[in-house]
């Protein structure tokens, strides 16, 4: 069942979405050649004690981290370890949090010092998809009008749209209903209402689609090893158009 939001509700929505892109954007920061990606996760447990707000996915099914760090072919779900960010590699960054009852939910990717033309391309069409997908995000639309954007921006540029994952609803659970694939058809799917509160993902490999999950039971990433990202933002449907509850 889809759980549509009242104004209250959404602000709680808000608080913790914002919370979750201010330390986002604060990873970023510290994202360089040499950093590990246990040292991301500490800081970010570190972020959310003092910021009093709880870890979503600590736990969660078993997961054991704060924090995912997917690093280059790695599609979503990366264990943070010792492992050491080199020039060159791309790291999907997702995080949620629980505030007052309520979940925020988002993620970037971002590059490790200087990286290829072909990694700075993915990343722009990957967070160009989302921001499409999002102004469909209006009243009278259908779900399948986001993930058609979606799918249609990715394959318009020669990349490929992860399957097996997808977004999803969210408000006093992590993930709600409905489900957002990153593909569809335009005027399918249940009709855009207001006070939805919808986390849209783009979920994009440079390669094919297929992936596989790594031995730790986590960590999905590309069958042919080429390059993923990931981008995600939490809006709500309005009479006023999409909000974004994770924009600073």
């Given at each position: ?55 979503a ?9 704060c ?23 791309i ?32 990343l ?60 569809g ?11 939805m ?35 995600e933002?939490?809006?709500a ?12």
């Amino acid at each position: 069942m889809i759980v549509c939001k009242s104004a209250a509700e959404v602000e709680k929505l808000r608080q913790c979405g914002r919370l979750v892109r201010e330390i986002l954007e604060e990873l970023r920061s510290r994202v360089r050649p040499g950093v590990t990606t246990l040292e991301l996760e500490k800081y970010t447990a570190k972020r959310l004690a003092e910021l009093g707000a709880r870890p979503a996915f600590k736990g969660y099914r078993g997961y054991p981290c704060c924090l995912c760090t997917s690093v280059n072919d790695e599609i979503i779900h990366g264990i943070p370890s010792e492992r050491r960010l080199q020039e060159g590699d791309i790291v999907g960054l997702d995080l949620g949090v629980i505030v007052e009852g309520f979940y925020g939910d988002s993620a970037i990717t971002v590059p490790v010092g200087g990286i290829s033309e072909d990694a700075q391309k993915l990343l722009q069409v990957s967070e160009e998809a989302l921001d499409l997908a999002i102004e469909k995000a209006h009243l009278g639309n259908r779900l399948g009008d986001i993930s058609a954007r979606i799918q249609g921006h990715v394959e318009e540029n020669g990349f490929s749209v992860v399957r097996e994952f997808v977004g999803h609803g969210i408000g006093r659970e992590l993930h709600e209903e409905p489900q957002i694939p990153n593909y569809g058809q335009a005027g399918r799917g249940s009709l855009l209402k207001e006070g939805m509160v919808l986390a849209i993902e783009t979920m994009v490999n440079s390669g094919g689609s297929a992936l596989q999950i790594k031995e730790d039971r986590w960590t999905a990433v590309t069958t042919d090893g080429k390059l993923s990202a990931h981008f995600e933002h939490m809006v709500a449907i309005t009479r006023n158009g999409p909000d974004v509850l994770t924009a600073l």
